[in-house]
């Protein structure tokens, strides 16, 4: 009977970890494209230091209030007018999107604020 009840508790458990996985790349994914980014596939994950993080620093983003956060990185599916790729990083602390920053391949600073988009077509550095 405790050998079923723990199955029963272990299967319960392991569905609801992928339906957060699901529901954290939905909401990364409307995220996004609040700003215009659209992804292309999914590059990285993992917990962050925010002490000194300089991605977050670089775009305005205070992580002063966070010890760590937890990192996504996808692959954009647009591009640098150089045919580089663009990266997007999603910051999230308990689940909960705190913000992000865009990244150009080879270039500096590399590093731009999601909301950049517009910018970044006008100064010729990515395509439409």
């Avoid at 609040?34 to 994950?45: A, D, P, R, T, V």
């Avoid at 000194?52 to 937890?70: F, H, Q, R, T, W």
């Avoid at 599916?77 to 790729?85: D, H, I, L, M, V």
């Amino acid at each position: 009977m405790i050998v079923l009840f723990t199955l029963i508790c272990l299967a319960f458990l392991i569905g609801c970890g992928k339906e957060t996985t699901e529901q954290n790349n939905v909401k990364h994914g409307e995220y996004l494209k609040s700003f215009g980014w659209h992804i292309e596939e999914k590059m990285s994950e993992g917990t962050q230091d925010t002490k000194n993080y300089l991605p977050a620093s670089n775009v305005g983003i205070d992580l002063k209030p966070y010890k760590e956060m937890y990192i996504t990185t996808y692959l954009l599916k647009e591009t640098q007018n150089t045919g580089k790729k663009i990266y997007a990083s999603i910051y999230q602390v308990n689940g909960d999107i705190i913000g992000g920053n865009g990244h150009l391949e080879t270039w500096e600073p590399g590093d731009f604020s999601l909301k950049d988009k517009k910018r970044l077509i006008n100064d010729g550095k990515i395509n439409k």
